[in-house]
């Protein structure tokens, strides 16, 4: 859902022609061979992504993925649709000028942890600030894969590596806490297994209209295994994982007596806390307000980044005027103002205020 | 020493005042300088714009510190604008003044230096106070002593008769005195018969919100026209006639306005919407400035986070097929580096403006200086070949920008266009261009597959035989999708290929490509064709160039000049002309780049004659320069 903040509602897709018969998953096919290795997290994401783009209805030679450097970054070779592959970190800003020139394109950005947070972290905190119609999917495996395991932005304090033998000694981006410091209008996080979830966060974030960043934590088989198998595992998974679903108690855990899960999250402090269900009244668990960003905060912070709990689903989603919006917006303001002068006139420019005439 | 000591006239003694005698010139030199804060700049381009709109030829030179309000009274903190007007098509903005107005110690100290012999000084006597005289070194008053015995010295109290000429208005007396550039103005005006009208018309429009001080200018301007009228002190006054320039209509520009204004007539030739994508940069952020002002012609502004993001925003809507452009200076083309060898991989087209200034790395902010030439052509990871197009005098940009853009549309590449900080800021008269008969460009979008396989299929990389330029085809455009990216690209299909052999194929396809973009020749200047030494510049080098060819010609001795526009691909006939002379010399702001490269290229033993002072070259020291190169000069 969306919050009326007073200004113009439009969807994420409002300005993008619907295409005239259905697609599928095929058609979103492209004829290259897929690279990436045996069991990496991005072939379940790239699946997911064939399958729900022609669930949005849009063109498909309206859509657009724009990528960085990495291995997710080869993403937008294997979609047939338009595409570019550019260089290491500034996906966003290419994406930018792409979805200010063109507002009849669905544009996304497909970007790694390397990419988004180390290189590029420049442009990925503009483009959510600014509020760009942007999606972005950031695949967070916290480990550099193409450059054969060294430790990254989002790697564990400690993390023994390549580059990092006596364990890394760099502290972890939240890639959650970050966007919503940087003023992210939508942030939500998915597992790539977990084709259901991240669907359903992939269709709100293109119904969004503005930058939104998905966080889609994902495996790296060869240099980080295994990484996120407690999320995954039946017997841990219950335990760790919230969903959210917005305007419902977060519940989560084994189901209890009253069909939602044993565990709670319950206001301390500032902050929150995971409490058994049968142990607080149940008017203080907090129902999911994606309009509330102090909520949206907490809830990126719920627990250290060791996974104890990791939540999913849509943290934040308002509405706010978008950056290309309102650029176009002034862009029409001074063509209205200047077409009831009769203008815009070219001669009338380079001639200026003060002209003089030299005669033959 | 002639010195005249004025007074302000008293009101009870006016007077009629004799008639100044009348003096014909055919050109001077009138330096402006005061402290940053004194408003030097805004009074030079007055003083322009009331000397372009009487119709003489004029070319001008600001010079300003980086520091946007150095510590007041210091020699850093001097600001001053040069003028060069005259009767006749002039080149540069004059290497030493004829005139210099100093506000204070500081700017006497700075530039009296300059001054030849003779020379006009006129001085705002209210400054010179012992504090103000010592913060610049100087032991004594030079308006008392006789260390200006050279010179014609005019001493005025401008702050005391400002102040005076605004009683009146009520104003205190800090912010009456701030109005003394403008009684500088006046009398300047006066002395050079300038028409006033403009002026007046320009300051009730600049203060139309603070009606009192509009006045208090206008009052300020008068009064010093008065003064010059009334006081006796100024004998003379001078007449500059109009210029012969070809027919036409004129205006005054300056490099940056030019280049904003071509990319503006950009949408026009072309059709396309522009994206400008641009981080504010000295000397160039005034481009972006003017370009934000000109969205009703389509043209969009993208103030990015950083160098990097402006030019990843033009590019991204070159993609999307608008015409991208970004703007800066040096640092910023190092920061752009690996998005233009992006633009080289993807064939796009994509427009980037280099201002050049001092460097390396921040170096002198508001100097000029052409040292970009080797990063423009070779500042990239592997072989990245990028057309290269340098114009040569403030108005020539208009026309440079829109040669960039031909060639960008045309050949899918991204263009540098260098310019430098005396071609930004400097100014000449500049021949408006009938918008009608601007030649347009066909940015002749893909909108069929063409796999010559008949399979239906979209070749991104398929080229046109003739340009090798390969089709453009944007997103929205049905059964044209496809994947472009900084891996090497298939010749043809456009996938990834590591194929050794397809790498070499392509590597000398992106070379052949910017090679075989067509530019003009090269037009050899020698009017009396016996010259043996070729002058060869490029950039804003031509004024000083052609106004020392015109010298040296004078004096009797031969002298050919050429100028090249095109860095990159060179004019076909380059060798060939360099081979007609028995000596070639290469004038450059730099230490000899493109004289590197005449030499490993052409073989031909050009000499370099460098400069580095972030000033442009002196018609007078590059006079020098060619006598003694030229064959046999010391024989």
Redesign the interface.
């Known amino acids: 859902m969306s919050i009326d903040l007073g200004m113009p509602q439009l969807g994420g897709l409002d300005l993008v022609p619907q295409a005239e018969a259905p697609q599928t998953a095929k058609d979103f096919t492209s004829d290259q061979e897929v690279r990436w290795c045996p069991g990496c997290g991005d072939y379940a994401v790239l699946a997911a992504v064939r399958s729900f783009m022609p669930t949005l209805g849009i063109k498909r030679e309206n859509t657009v993925f724009v990528s960085g450097i990495g291995c997710s970054s080869r993403f937008p070779y294997y979609m047939d649709t338009y595409g570019m592959h550019s260089i290491h970190g500034r996906a966003p800003a290419i994406a930018t000028g792409l979805a200010v020139a063109r507002p009849d394109l669905s544009v996304w950005v497909v970007t790694g942890d390397g990419d988004s947070l180390s290189i590029g972290g420049n442009h990925l905190i503009h483009a959510l600030r600014r509020n760009v119609n942007l999606k972005i999917l950031l695949f967070n495996n916290r480990i550099y894969g193409l450059t054969k395991g060294q430790y990254s932005p989002t790697s564990e304090t400690g993390k023994v590596t390549k580059s990092s033998p006596m364990g890394s000694v760099d502290h972890p981006f939240n890639p959650v806490s970050l966007a919503l410091g940087a003023e992210a209008t939508f942030v939500g996080r998915a597992i790539d297994s977990d084709r259901k979830g991240l669907t359903a966060v992939l269709q709100a974030a293109a119904a969004h209209r503005g930058t939104a960043l998905v966080e889609i934590f994902q495996d790296c088989p060869i240099f980080n295994d295994g990484s996120f198998d407690v999320l995954r595992s039946p017997e841990t998974a219950p335990q760790r994982l919230i969903k959210l679903t917005d305007g419902e108690p977060i519940r989560f855990g084994p189901v209890g007596d009253d069909g939602l899960g044993t565990f709670a999250v319950v206001r301390e402090g500032f902050g929150l806390r995971v409490a058994e269900a049968a142990d607080v009244d149940p008017a203080d668990v907090v129902v999911h307000d994606a309009g509330d960003v102090h909520l949206a905060f907490a809830l990126s912070r719920l627990s250290d980044q060791d996974l104890t709990h990791t939540v999913t689903g849509v943290f934040r989603d308002v509405q706010r005027t978008t950056y290309d919006d309102a650029v176009r917006a002034q862009v029409g303001a001074a063509r209205a103002t200047a077409e009831r002068a009769g203008g815009p006139d070219l001669q009338s420019v380079l001639r200026g205020a003060d002209t003089w005439t030299v005669e033959d | 020493m002639t010195s005249t000591d004025t007074r302000p006239p008293t009101g009870d003694a006016p007077g009629r005042p004799s008639q100044p005698t009348v003096v014909r010139r055919d050109r001077v030199v009138i330096r402006f300088a005061g402290d940053s804060g004194d408003g030097m700049q805004l009074t030079g381009d007055r003083f322009t714009?009331e000397t372009?709109?009487?119709?003489n030829d004029l070319s001008t030179l600001p010079n300003y510190p980086a520091e946007i309000r150095a510590p007041a009274g210091t020699l850093p903190g001097v600001s001053s604008f040069q003028v060069h007007f005259a009767d006749f098509d002039i080149l540069t903005p004059g290497d030493r003044p004829d005139v210099l107005v100093a506000m204070n110690p500081a700017a006497l100290r700075a530039n009296i230096g300059d001054l030849p012999k003779g020379g006009i000084v006129i001085v705002n006597t209210d400054e010179f106070t012992p504090r103000n005289l010592t913060k610049v070194g100087y032991a004594g008053n030079p308006l008392e002593d006789d260390s200006l015995a050279d010179f014609q010295v005019h001493r005025v109290a401008m702050a005391t008769l400002t102040r005076g000429a605004l009683e009146s208005t009520g104003l205190s007396k800090k912010d009456a005195e701030r109005a003394k550039n403008m009684f500088a103005l006046g009398l300047l005006s006066w002395m050079y018969s300038r028409p006033q009208g403009?002026t007046e018309r320009f300051l009730r429009e600049k203060f139309a919100k603070r009606p009192d001080l509009a006045e208090a200018n206008v009052l300020a301007f008068r009064a010093g026209h008065a003064y010059g009228e009334t006081t006796e002190a100024f004998a003379v006054v001078y007449e500059v006639a109009k210029a012969?320039?070809?027919?036409?209509?004129?205006?005054?520009?300056t490099g940056n306005t030019a280049l904003a204004?071509g990319i503006?007539?950009a949408t026009?030739v072309t059709g396309l919407?522009v994206?400008l994508?641009s981080y504010p940069i000295t000397p160039a952020t005034d481009i972006l400035h003017e370009l934000s002002r000109?969205?009703?012609?389509?043209?969009?502004t993208?103030q990015?986070?950083?160098e990097?993001?402006g030019v990843?925003?033009?590019?991204?809507?070159?993609?999307?097929?608008?015409l991208?452009v970004t703007t800066t200076s040096g640092p910023g083309v190092a920061l752009k580096a690996?998005?233009i060898?992006?633009a080289v991989a993807?064939e796009l087209p994509l427009l980037v403006i280099d201002v050049q200034r001092g460097g390396p790395s921040t170096g002198l902010p508001t100097k000029t200086e052409q040292a970009d030439l080797l990063q423009a052509l070779h500042g990239r990871n592997g072989e990245s070949p990028v057309p290269v197009i340098a114009p040569q005098t403030p108005g020539d940009c208009f026309d440079a920008v829109l040669d960039a853009v031909r060639m960008a549309v045309t050949h899918r590449t991204p263009v540098i266009l260098l310019s430098d900080g005396a071609l930004a800021n400097g100014s000449e008269p500049w021949q408006?261009?009938?918008?009608a008969a601007l030649p347009t460009v066909d940015p002749a979008f893909a909108t069929e597959p063409n796999a010559p396989d008949g399979s239906g299929a979209f070749w991104p990389y398929l080229r046109d035989p003739g340009t090798l330029a390969r089709p453009w085809a944007v997103?929205?455009?049905?059964?044209?999708?496809?994947?472009?990216?900084?891996?090497e690209k298939a010749d043809g299909s456009g996938?990834?290929s590591y194929d050794p052999a397809n790498h070499e194929r392509m590597v000398h396809l992106r070379a052949a490509k910017v090679a075989g973009i067509p530019v003009p020749d090269l037009e050899v200047d020698d009017p009396g064709g016996a010259a043996e030494l070729l002058v060869l510049g490029w950039g804003s080098t031509y004024g000083p160039i052609g106004a020392a060819a015109r010298r040296v010609r004078a004096m009797g001795r031969d002298v050919a000049t050429a100028h090249l526009r095109h860095l990159n691909p060179f004019p076909a006939n380059l060798g060939e002309v360099l081979g007609r002379y028995r000596a070639v010399l290469v004038p450059e702001m730099n230490l000899g780049q493109l004289a590197s490269l005449l030499r490993s290229r052409y073989l031909v033993d050009a000499q370099s004659y460098t400069k580095m002072t972030g000033q442009p070259f002196k018609a007078e020291e590059l006079q020098d320069v060619f006598l003694t190169h030229i064959p046999g000069a010391h024989s």
């Open positions: 714009s372009a709109s009487f119709g403009s012969k320039l070809p027919a036409g209509t004129y205006r005054q520009i204004y503006v007539a026009h919407e994206l994508g000109h969205k009703a012609f389509g043209v969009t993208v990015a986070e950083d990097i993001a990843g925003a033009a590019l991204g809507a070159s993609f999307g097929g608008r991208g690996e998005t060898g992006l993807l408006v261009p009938d918008v997103p929205g455009t049905p059964g044209l999708e496809h994947r472009i990216g900084g891996l996938s990834i």
